[in-house]
C-alpha cells in the first residue's frame, strides 16, 4: 500500500544550450496551496486578533462613532474641546478633506478611550472575589455588593459575544499572598498531621523563616507578580513538568474513558474517522477562536490560555529539561497500529475530510498488512522511560536521515491516534472490565502510545475510544472540554433511549459533513473523492538504537506492571442526594476520602486536591488541603461509636463549611503550596537553604486527588441526554506508598472514582480502598438520615 515514492519540485542540469530547469507542476501546486492556507489563517487570526483587543465593543461600532463625530462636527456643534478643529490644520488636504480626516482620527481616539475605560473597569470589576464566597443555594440571600458587581459586569461584558480569547485583556493578575498568612494557613493546614512535639518544631521554623530570609525572598516574587503576566505558572511549567526526569508513562499522564452507557456503533474505523474528524472541528474552532469561553456562572470568565497548545504540540526532551514545541499548523495526523506508524492527510483539496472520506484511510491501515521496521514496533517505548535517555537517543539517533523526517512527520503532527488490536470493555457485572479499560488507557503495553505528544487518541477494536494526555503543556480541564465535544457530538440530535443499533444517526457540523453511522454501523455520507492514502513511516535503526529502545521498554514495563487500578461506579447515590443534604458534592466527597483513608492507614495523611486558578490569566491550579483540623475531629467521631448523631452531623457540616472556605481561598489565589513553591524556586536562585522550605516541599502527598470536570460545555444536556455520561479519567500514583484518586460527579445518581496505586507498596491496595470509600459513602448517607429521624422524632415530640 504505501510504495516509496520520490518526487521533488524542481531539478535542473547544465546543457551545451545552458541551463534546463524541470518543475513538478503537481507538487509546486501542492506548495501553492499550502501557502495560500497559511496566509488565510494569518489573516483570519490578525482579524481575531484586533476583535479581541477591542473586545467588548466591535468594529462596527467604529464606522458609527465616525459617522457621529463627523455628522456633530459639520452640524457646528463642537465635538468635546473642538478637538477635530485643532487636528484638521495639520492634515493634507483641501479643508473639507482634511476636516473628514480629522473627524476620523478624533472618532478612533475617543472610540480607543472607552473601550480601554471599559476593558480597565471590567478588570477591576472582575478582581472582586466576594461573589465567590455567597452562598447561592435556595433560601440565601446575594448581597447588595455583590448583586451591583453582577450588574456592573453584565453591563460591560453584554456588548457584542464574545470569541475564545476575548476575555484575556480583561482578566487580573494572580495576587501575591503575604508570607504571614500563607504561613499561618500552612501551620493550621498540618495541625492534625503533628503531634504536639512535631508542631512546635515548625512553628519555630516558621517564625525563624518569616523574621528572615522570607523577606528577601518575598521582595523578588512581588517584582515577579508585578513584571510578569502570573508569578506562577511559568515556573509550574519548568519545575513540576520539565525538569522532572522520570518517565511521563503512569508518573505524569492521565487518561480520559468513553462515555460508557454508549456504544454508536462497533466498527473500529468509522468510530475513529467520525472522532478525528470531531477533534478537528474543535480544533478550528480554537483556531478561529469561535470557540466559547467558559463563563463561570453565565458571569465570570476563565483564562482560555491553555487551549493554544491543544493540538500540533510536542514535548521534546532534554538532558536536564524538555521543552515544549508549538507549530502553528498541522495538516496531518500519525496513526499507530499493529507497530506500524502512518502519516494521514486531514486537509485536502481546500477542507477537512468528512467522516467518511476519513474511515476509509482507516480501513486501509487496518487492512494493511506490511510488517513493521526492525525496532518501530516499541519505538514509542523511548517516551515511556527515563527522560534523559530519551533525549541522547534522540540527539544520536534521530538528527539525521529518513529517523529525523519520520520523527518530524510525528511531532509535527496535530495528534496522535493508536489503533488498538484490543476491545475496550465495560461490563457492570464484571468491574475488572473497566479496570483493564482504564490500565489500556494509562499505560497500554508501554511502546503504543506516543507519551510527549499533547494527546494520544485511542480506539478499541469494538469501537471505544480513550485518550492519554501530556501534563506539561496544559490542565485536565481543557482536555475533558474537548473530550465532551467529541462525546456530544455523537450525541445531539439522538433520542436518549433509542437502541444504539438500528437507527441511522444523523447530524450536521459546522462543514455541513454528514456524520453518524449507518445501520451496519459505517460512516454515513458518500466520498466526494478518493482521499489521500496513508504512508508508511520508514525507519534505520542501528544496533545501538535498538538497545536504547529495549532499555527504556525495560524501565517502562516494570512501571505499568506495578499499577493497581481500580474504576469503581458509585450508583447508589450522587449529589442529587448531596444537595438535599445541603453540603457541596466535592465536600461530600473529599469527606468521605478522608473517613475512608482513616480506616485504610489508621492515621491521617497530607491530601492533595487539585483546583483551578483560572479565574486569573495565565493561571493554572492551585493545591487544596482536604485534611483539616474540623475533618479530622469528624472522622474521629464517626469511629467512636459513642458518639451521638447530632454531633457527628454538626462536626460533617462544620467540615465541608471549612473544605468550601479552602477551596474557594485556592481559587481566589489565597492557597499555601503555589506560593511557597515559588519561594522555593527563588531560594534556590540565590543559593539560601530554608530549613522550613526544605521541610514544606519534601512532604509526601500520600493521598492525590483530583476532581474531572463536567459540564464545561452547553451542548452537553445530560437531562435530555441521560447515556451522554463520561466516566472520567484518572492518574498514576503520586507516593510510591499512596493512592491517586480521580472523581468525576456525572450525573444526579451516579459518581465514577478512578483509584491507583502500587501493587509493590504492602500499604495499598486499590480494590480494598474502593470499598472503603462505598463504605464511607454509605455510612455518611445514614448519618444524613439518622439525623433527619432524629429531628423529625424531637419536633414530633415537641
Not at 392 to 406: M, Q
Not at 707 to 733: E, M, V, W
Amino acid at each position: 500500500m504505501a510504495e516509496a515514492h520520490s518526487a521533488v519540485a524542481f531539478s535542473f542540469s547544465i546543457t551545451h544550450e545552458g541551463w534546463d530547469v524541470n518543475f513538478d507542476r503537481e507538487v509546486l501546486h501542492l506548495v501553492w496551496q499550502s501557502g495560500i492556507r497559511s496566509w488565510k489563517k494569518r489573516f483570519f487570526r490578525f482579524q481575531n486578533n484586533i476583535k479581541n483587543g477591542v473586545y467588548p465593543a466591535s468594529l462596527q461600532s467604529l464606522w458609527l462613532t465616525a459617522a457621529i463625530v463627523a455628522a456633530i462636527h459639520f452640524v457646528g456643534y463642537k465635538v468635546p474641546y473642538d478637538l477635530v478643529g485643532k487636528v484638521a490644520p495639520y492634515l493634507p488636504g483641501s479643508s473639507i478633506t482634511a476636516h473628514l480626516a480629522g473627524s476620523f482620527l478624533v472618532a478612533v481616539l475617543l472610540w480607543l478611550f472607552v473601550i480601554y475605560t471599559i476593558r480597565y473597569t471590567l478588570k477591576l470589576l472582575l478582581i472582586y472575589k466576594g461573589w465567590m464566597y455567597e452562598s447561592r443555594g435556595k433560601g440565601s440571600s446575594i448581597s447588595l455588593k455583590t448583586k451591583l458587581w453582577v450588574a456592573g459586569v453584565k453591563l460591560l461584558s453584554g456588548w457584542s459575544l464574545p470569541m475564545l480569547y476575548s476575555f484575556q485583556g480583561s482578566l487580573p493578575r494572580l495576587p501575591l499572598p503575604s508570607v504571614e498568612d500563607t504561613i499561618q494557613r500552612y501551620l493550621r493546614s498540618v495541625r492534625p498531621l503533628l503531634n504536639d512535639e512535631d508542631y512546635a518544631r515548625m512553628e519555630r521554623h516558621s517564625n525563624e523563616f518569616k523574621s528572615g530570609i522570607a523577606v528577601k525572598l518575598q521582595r523578588y516574587l512581588i517584582l515577579k507578580s508585578w513584571w510578569s503576566t502570573n508569578y506562577v505558572s511559568d515556573w509550574w511549567e519548568e519545575y513540576v513538568y520539565l525538569r522532572g526526569r522520570s518517565p511521563l508513562m503512569v508518573n505524569s499522564n492521565f487518561y480520559g474513558i468513553d462515555a460508557i452507557l454508549m456504544h454508536p456503533t462497533k466498527v473500529q474505523a468509522a468510530r475513529a474517522a467520525t472522532t478525528i474528524h470531531s477533534c478537528l472541528q474543535y480544533r478550528r474552532l480554537i483556531e478561529r477562536q469561535e470557540l466559547e469561553p467558559i463563563l463561570v456562572q453565565g458571569i465570570v470568565p476563565l483564562c482560555s490560555w491553555q487551549y493554544e497548545r491543544l493540538f500540533n504540540t510536542t514535548r521534546i526532551p532534554g538532558i536536564e529539561t524538555d521543552k515544549i514545541v508549538h507549530v502553528q499548523d498541522s495538516k496531518h495526523i500519525v496513526v499507530y497500529h499493529k507497530g506500524r506508524y502512518f502519516k494521514v492527510l486531514i486537509y485536502h483539496r481546500h477542507r477537512i475530510l468528512h467522516p467518511c472520506e476519513i474511515e476509509q484511510q482507516i480501513q486501509q491501515i487496518l487492512d494493511d498488512q506490511s510488517p513493521p521496521a526492525v525496532g518501530e514496533e516499541k519505538l514509542a517505548a523511548l517516551t515511556a522511560g527515563e527522560r534523559s535517555v530519551w533525549a541522547r537517543a534522540r540527539a544520536e539517533y534521530f538528527s539525521k536521515g529518513i529517523n529525523k523526517a519520520s520523527l518530524d512527520l510525528i511531532e509535527k503532527a496535530a495528534f496522535v491516534v493508536a489503533l488498538d488490536d484490543i476491545p475496550y470493555e465495560f461490563d457492570q457485572a464484571h468491574p475488572e472490565k473497566l479496570d483493564h479499560y482504564g490500565r489500556i488507557l494509562l499505560h497500554g503495553k508501554g511502546y503504543d502510545r506516543w507519551f510527549d505528544k499533547s494527546f494520544t487518541l485511542c480506539i478499541g477494536s469494538n469501537g471505544r475510544i480513550g485518550f492519554n494526555a501530556e501534563h506539561a503543556w496544559a490542565d485536565a480541564a481543557v482536555v475533558s472540554h474537548l473530550w465532551e465535544y467529541v462525546v456530544s457530538e455523537e450525541a445531539m440530535n439522538i433520542e436518549a433511549d433509542a437502541p444504539v443499533m438500528g437507527h441511522l444517526w444523523e447530524y450536521c457540523v459546522a462543514t455541513e459533513a454528514e456524520t453518524g453511522y449507518t445501520k451496519d454501523g459505517r460512516s454515513i455520507g458518500t466520498p466526494e473523492f478518493t482521499p489521500p492514502a496513508p504512508a508508511h513511516l520508514q525507519w534505520d535503526m542501528t544496533p545501538e538504537c535498538l538497545k536504547a529502545i529495549e532499555g527504556s521498554y525495560s524501565v517502562a514495563e516494570r512501571l505499568l506492571n506495578d499499577v493497581d487500578l481500580r474504576i469503581y461506579v458509585h450508583d447508589a447515590y450522587g449529589k442529587g442526594f448531596m444537595k438535599i443534604c445541603r453540603v457541596s458534592p466535592d465536600a461530600y466527597i473529599q469527606m468521605a476520602l478522608q473517613l475512608a483513608y482513616y480506616r485504610d492507614a489508621g492515621k491521617f495523611s497530607l491530601t492533595y486536591e487539585a483546583s483551578m486558578t483560572r479565574l486569573f490569566r495565565e493561571g493554572r491550579t492551585e493545591t487544596v488541603r482536604p485534611c483539616t483540623i474540623e475533618s479530622a475531629a469528624w472522622v474521629k467521631a464517626m469511629e467512636d461509636k459513642s458518639s451521638p448523631v447530632e454531633e457527628r452531623f454538626k462536626l460533617l457540616m462544620k467540615a465541608a463549611a471549612r473544605h468550601q472556605i479552602g477551596y474557594q481561598d485556592a481559587m481566589c489565589g489565597k492557597g499555601i503550596d503555589r506560593h511557597l513553591f515559588c519561594l522555593y524556586v527563588v531560594s534556590k536562585y540565590l543559593e539560601v537553604d530554608s530549613p522550613f522550605l526544605k521541610e514544606v516541599l519534601s512532604e509526601p502527598w500520600k493521598l492525590s486527588t483530583s476532581q474531572t470536570p463536567h459540564g464545561q460545555t452547553s451542548r452537553l444536556n445530560l437531562k435530555k441526554y441521560p447515556n451522554c455520561i463520561s466516566a472520567g479519567g484518572g492518574f498514576g500514583p503520586v507516593a510510591d506508598d499512596g493512592y491517586g484518586v480521580s472523581y468525576i460527579i456525572a450525573g444526579e445518581d451516579i459518581i465514577f472514582f478512578h483509584i491507583s496505586s502500587k501493587k509493590s507498596s504492602p500499604d495499598t491496595n486499590s480494590a480494598l480502598f474502593a470499598n472503603r470509600i462505598e463504605k464511607a459513602l454509605a455510612d455518611m448517607r445514614d448519618l444524613f438520615l439518622q439525623y433527619k429521624k432524629s429531628q423529625q422524632h424531637k419536633n414530633g415530640s415537641t
